[in-house]
Every structure is written in C-alpha cells, then in structure tokens.
C-alpha cells in the first residue's frame, strides 16, 4: 500500500510547518517576475520554494534564486501546454483532492487557522482559491510530463547503442547486490474473532451509507498505515500493484458503491468506489485486520523452527519447503525469493535496500538460513515468523552488457526520456508567449527562455 509522497502540498506544508512559524519571511511587496502562456510566476513564489527547501534540509545557499525562477518557468510551460492539449483536471477532482489535504493539514496542527497563517491568506476563501490554484497547476504538470514521455521506448539496438557510447572511464558501477528468499508463517486466527471483524465493517459501512463520512470512518478505523491519513484514497489501474482480490472488487463496483466485507492476505476490507475515469479507480477502503491470540502466535514460531530444522537436516530445500509451507502468497510460488518492488527484479542492492531486511540479512552467508524472525506486516496485517536466507551475492562491479542488462536499459530509457522532455520543450518555448522580468534577464538559464 502507498503513503503520502514528498511533492504533495500536504507534505511539503507538514515539513515547512515548524520553520516556518519560527522563521517567518519578511513581507515585501509581492510582484510579476514572469509569464508563460496564460499563467503569472510571481516573486513570492520563488520564496516560497526557498522554504519548502529549507525544511526537507536542503542546503539552499548553493541554489540560486534564478535556478528556482527556472524551475517555476517550466513548470508554467508544461501547465500551459496541458491546456492548449486538451488535458482535463476537473474542478471537482481538484476540490476532493484539496479537501482531503486541508483535513490532513488540520489532522496535523489542530486548526484551520493555523493553516490558513501559515499561508499568510486573509480567511478560508482566500486561502482555498490560492491552494485550488496550485493543486490545479500541480496536476496539469504531472498530466503533461507523463504524456510527453508515456510513448516513449527502448529498443534493445538503442540500449547496446547507448552502453557503447559511454566512455570507459564513464562507465557506471553498480553496487553489491543479493537474492533473498523466505519462508514466512502467519499465527491462525480463529473464526470468531474474523467474524468480529466482517460484523464491524459491515456496521461502518451501513453508516456510511446512512451518512456518515466514509474519510472519517478510514482515519479512526482503517489499520492500513499507507492511507487511513488521508481517509483511505487510492487511485489505481489495473497494472497497480495490489494484490488481486483487492483488485477485483474495486473494478466490479459502480461509482458511488460499496462493497461487502472481504478478504486479502492483509486482513478484511470495504471498499467504496469514488470515481471511475476509463480504465482508472478512485476509491476509498478500510482495512481491519482480526486479531490472533499468543498461543497462535506462539504455534506459528514452532511451525517455521520445524520447517527450518528439516532445511537444515536437508529433509527438503528451502525453495520447495517455500512452496508447501509459506503463507505468503506472492512468494511462495517462486521458492520464496522477494521482487525488488523498485526494479521488479529478484535482487536488490545492499546500499538501497530497506534498512529492516538489511539488518536482517547483512550477516548471513550465501545459503544460510536465519533463525526465525519476529516481523510486523507494514500492511497492517499483523506480526508473523519469517526466515530467511540469500541465495547469491554479486560483488560491487562495473557495469556489464550481460549481467546489468535491465538496469542499462532503465539508464538508457532515462536519457531517451530526458532528450525526448528537452526536444519538446525546444519547441514549445519557440511557439508560447513568456515575458520574463527585467530582474531575472541576467540569468544564465539551462532552457532558452530569453528566446536569444
């Protein structure tokens, strides 16, 4: 399940929040530095980027106030151009997407009004015309961006191509990288306590279909750690990366519908169905996981010391033992080896894994198998016993044709992409109106914005 990402309004406000009331900008009379087709950059703008900075600890003296004025200049540019292409950000998207931010915000810091000061508008009308603004222009730029690189592929000659260009003293090199497999045993839960739970969300859910506020009833009941904050909402598609059951309720449902209670390996949900635009859902769910007693949990740690002790005694391998024993669904079938969920690939490099399976695994030799390990299930889905083991290390090495072919062909992917957002915006500066301010046309910029 998802979190709150580090560019949303709301994240940005929560980071911004404690520096910003203790080291409040000075007023100065606010103006138009630039423009970009129909839209106005103005110079508190470029500030309050400076701010956003500051809080997330970037070191801001080395940034210079023509680089943001830059980035506020494309930002403009793709909005502007998502107009001009017909891409739509419905007003009521935008309204639903805003009001789950503002309650969030004021989740946060208890009130509304401390919001509203620290955007320094004059009441709550002024400050929601303002954030509807940037909202607006946030997802036109993101609409835009992924249109112009959506089409955009690689071919295997072009990766070959773009490997042998690279200089050899250029040539990247990868970190060490491991194959981790495991075993994972889940405590039983009895039928009773699973039926509590099918019982309360079906009482939710009729209340909700009463009137009451299925955002609220996900903040105070949701277990799921990714998206009960922001009152349950996912937006996916079918290629989304949650489990099937999951899936399939939410595309069998009307706008407006809820679904009864159901089941996935993370415990039982609700599901209530916002929105649907094409092959796109916006939903809302709650998660609720049944509780298991200490004599389950306790049965579940003796279960998986059998399962290792007959590994260990070469009774069966862990890859099959994976198979027939593990209650993890999306390993199980593959011997138990994990996906590195940001390449999809089975390995992962020791310096970005998770900090947690690191640990876990950082002293194991190739082949060892760790005694069991007490997890909680960051899904919300309760504490379990794992073990696990690393089935091959690669060592720190330049980048090889072969052996590093997927992760040349992202590299070369990346810079297609980039040529490709570069070409387009080229063109479109030639062809789009921009005024640019008497103050910043010194500025040595990276896009020919000054149209020289």
Same mark, same amino acid.
């Given at each position: 399940m998802k979190?709150?990402?580090?560019?949303?309004?709301?994240?940005?406000?929560?980071? $911004?929040?404690?520096?910003?009331? $203790?080291? $409040?900008?000075?007023?100065?009379?606010? %103006?138009?530095?630039?423009?970009?087709g129909d839209f106005v950059i103005l110079d508190s703008d470029i500030d309050l980027e400076y701010i956003q900075l500051k809080a997330r600890g970037v070191d801001t003296n080395q #940034?210079?106030?023509?680089?943001?004025? %830059?980035?506020?200049?494309?930002?403009?540019?793709?909005?502007?151009?998502?107009?001009?292409?017909?891409?739509?950000?419905?007003? $009521?998207?935008?309204n639903s997407f805003m009001d789950q931010q503002i309650d969030a915000m004021?989740?946060?810091?208890?009130?509304?009004? +401390?919001?509203?000061?620290?955007?320094? +508008?004059?009441?709550v009308d002024d400050f929601r015309s303002y954030f509807f603004d940037i909202i607006k222009n946030n997802k036109l730029t993101e609409q835009m961006q992924k249109k112009i690189i959506d089409d955009v592929e690689i071919t295997p000659e072009e990766v070959r191509n773009f490997f042998k260009e690279i200089p050899q003293d250029e040539i990247p090199t990868f970190g060490a990288e491991v194959e981790v497999a495991q075993i994972v045993v889940k405590p039983i839960v009895s039928e009773e306590e699973k039926q509590k739970v099918v019982e309360k969300?079906?009482?939710?859910?009729?209340?909700?279909?009463?009137?009451?506020?299925?955002?609220?009833?996900?903040?105070l009941f949701s277990e799921d750690p990714g998206s009960s904050s922001n009152g349950g909402f996912y937006k996916m598609n079918r290629k989304t990366p949650f489990v099937k059951e999951f899936k399939d309720v939410a595309f069998s449902l009307d706008e407006g519908e809820?679904?009864?209670?159901?089941?996935?390996?993370?415990?039982?949900h609700i599901i209530m169905v916002e929105k649907i635009k094409g092959q796109e859902v916006e939903l809302r769910h709650i998660l609720i996981a049944p509780k298991y007693t200490n004599e389950a949990l306790k049965e579940a740690k003796e279960k998986i010391e059998l399962i290792r002790s007959k590994i260990m005694n070469n009774e069966i391998s862990f890859s099959d033992a994976a198979k027939s024993s593990s209650d993890e669904k999306e390993t199980r079938n593959n011997g138990g080896v994990l996906l590195n969920p940001r390449t999809l690939e089975p390995r992962f490099e020791l310096t970005k894994m998770d900090p947690a399976l690191y640990s876990q695994i950082s002293s194991l030799k190739d082949g060892e198998i760790s005694q069991p390990i007490l997890s909680d299930n960051q899904q919300g889905a309760g504490k379990f016993y794992k073990i696990i083991t690393v089935n091959n290390r690669t060592e720190e090495h330049k980048a090889d044709f072969a052996q590093d072919y997927l992760k040349i062909k992202e590299l070369a992917l990346r810079d297609k992409q980039i040529k490709t957002i570069g070409k387009w915006t080229?063109?479109?500066?030639?062809?789009?109106?921009?005024? #640019?301010?008497?103050?910043?046309?010194?500025?040595?910029?990276?896009?020919?914005?000054?149209?020289?």
């Open positions: 979190f709150i990402t580090k560019n949303t309004p709301l994240a940005l406000f929560l980071m $911004a929040m404690t520096s910003v009331f $203790a080291q $409040a900008p000075k007023e100065k009379v606010d %103006g138009v530095v630039g423009v970009v #940034i210079t106030r023509c680089e943001l004025f %830059g980035k506020q200049l494309e930002d403009k540019l793709y909005a502007h151009q998502a107009i001009q292409d017909s891409i739509i950000v419905t007003d $009521a998207e935008v004021v989740e946060q810091v208890g009130s509304l009004d +401390k919001v509203i000061a620290f955007y320094r +508008k004059k009441n969300l079906r009482q939710i859910r009729q209340e909700v279909i009463d009137g009451s506020s299925f955002f609220s009833k996900a903040v809820i679904s009864e209670p159901f089941e996935t390996e993370f415990g039982y080229e063109e479109k500066i030639a062809e789009t109106y921009i005024k #640019i301010s008497q103050d910043y046309k010194q500025c040595e910029f990276t896009n020919n914005w000054l149209k020289k």
